[in-house]
């Protein structure tokens, strides 16, 4: 049988990761004394990986496919192909940055002022390359953690360090100065197990069903009833992806006389408690919210 070696960041994002294949229609298992996860599809072969280090097995071709950061790509100059990227709507995968900071009191205020200065991070080939595209001679060391403490205690003159919002950063009495790359996770595939026409489609199906679940993170399903007389009323107050699903009910005109109709539509969740009592007042009765898996 078929088999493909799918790479789950292991990490911060894994339990997240796992939760969203688990909407996509995977069931995925870990174990603190395991890093090959369980999975419920006898085709996929799990392994957990550092992200910092996923695109490397995935180009070797010890994993078929994986996900990782885009900038762990870069720095890792690995020749995969990229399948999609996962732009994330929770809070826990919102895109990240790799800034530039240095001491809050520092005199540097642009990149350039760092000539013949020192910088750490984890990121050392893509900085060094960063700094030499611009001609600007630095020297760049590798930094394990607490790489905010190092800047702000005086021991480089400034970080390369990556932030969703800053707030660490400046909570460290740092300032930034320069966002240099944005970066979100990636499904990645090793380019020969791509020519392989089983594991493609293995690895599209994936591909398919995660941005599914993504598309539906911060949507709703709605449904209600409605009397005819309402009807144009309540569908002008109901945002839909394309048109909102319209029914009669059955035997709706036995209901006093009246004929009544069935209405279904997906919604961005934040609106749906603006919404509901506008429905109620234009005639809506019945209503339902539920929540969606994928929205393909």
């Known amino acids: 049988m078929s088999e493909l070696k799918l790479g789950l960041p292991k990490g911060s994002l894994e339990v997240a990761t796992i939760e969203l294949f688990k909407r996509s229609g995977w069931k995925i298992s870990t174990s603190s004394r395991s890093y090959f ?27 078929d496919a994986g996900i990782t950061g885009k900038d762990w790509i870069q720095e890792n100059e690995s020749d995969v192909l990229v399948v999609t990227e996962m732009v994330y709507s929770k809070v826990s995968f919102r895109p990240t940055r790799w800034v530039l900071a240095v001491p809050h009191d520092s005199p540097v205020t642009k990149i350039e002022d760092l000539k013949g200065k020192r910088i750490a991070t984890e990121m050392v080939k893509f900085t060094k390359r960063y700094f030499a595209e611009r001609n600007i001679p630095v020297e760049v060391e590798f930094s394990w953690g607490a790489t905010e403490a190092k800047a702000a205690e005086g021991l480089v003159d400034a970080i390369v360090e990556v932030t969703e919002t800053g707030t660490t950063i400046r909570t460290h009495g740092l300032k930034i100065i320069a966002d240099l790359l944005e970066s979100c996770p990636q499904l990645i595939a090793n380019k020969e197990a791509w020519k392989d026409s089983w594991k493609r489609a293995k690895i599209e199906q994936i591909k398919l069903l995660l ?15 409605v009397a005819e007389g309402d009807l144009d009323q309540v569908v002008q107050l109901i945002p839909s992806i394309t048109a909102p699903t319209i029914a009669t009910l059955y035997q709706s005109a036995a209901l006093k006389g009246v004929k009544w109709y069935s209405v279904e539509s997906v919604i961005a969740e934040s609106v749906v408690r603006d919404l509901i009592p506008q429905l109620i007042e234009a005639g809506a009765v019945g209503i339902i919210e539920y929540p969606l898996n994928k929205i393909i």
């Open 211 to 225: 941005q599914g679940a993504l598309s539906a993170e911060s949507k709703v399903g709605i449904k209600l009833n």
């Open 37 to 63: 996860p369980s999975v419920d599809d006898e085709t996929l072969r799990c392994s957990l990986a550092r992200p910092q280090e996923m695109s490397r097995y995935v180009e070797m071709g010890t994993l």
